[in-house]
């Protein structure tokens, strides 16, 4: 069994809460841009869905290149044991999603029937 660094236990956790701690950044931006009404032509409102997505295309586009999709396909940084460090997590955190599971027509019934499905579509 490949054993997994305690650090990477902690990593999750801490891009979520370094990532909800920089929210406020986001309004600030959209304030700034709103001011930017007429110019243009435009609305200050149009300039926060422009702007804001020209950097989302500006960081993805790169990312559909740079960032790996398995790590044993082309993470080429990562050491083999840390390779086998990923693959052993990746196994564990999937579960039975790799297993060919059977899906019935009663597991649908039981899923429609269920108050719980109703209250979750609400949130």
Do not use: N
């Not at 083999?80 to 460090?85: A, I, K, L």
């Not at 060919?100 to 649908?108: D, E, I, K, L, S």
């Amino acid at each position: 069994m490949v054993r997994v660094h305690p650090l990477l236990l902690h990593f999750p956790p801490l891009v979520f809460f370094s990532k909800s701690s920089l929210g406020h950044r986001g309004g600030l931006l959209a304030y700034g841009l709103r001011q930017l009404d007429g110019v243009g032509g435009r609305p200050g409102w149009s300039w926060i869905f422009i702007i804001e997505g020209l950097l989302t295309l500006v960081c993805a586009i790169p990312g559909w290149w740079l960032i790996p999709d398995f790590p044993e396909d082309s993470a080429k940084w990562l050491s083999s044991r840390e390779r086998e460090q990923w693959q052993a997590r990746l196994r564990r955190s999937q579960g039975l999603t790799g297993t060919p599971v059977p899906f019935t027509r009663a597991q649908v019934t039981r899923a429609f029937s269920d108050w719980r499905t109703y209250a979750y579509a609400l949130m």
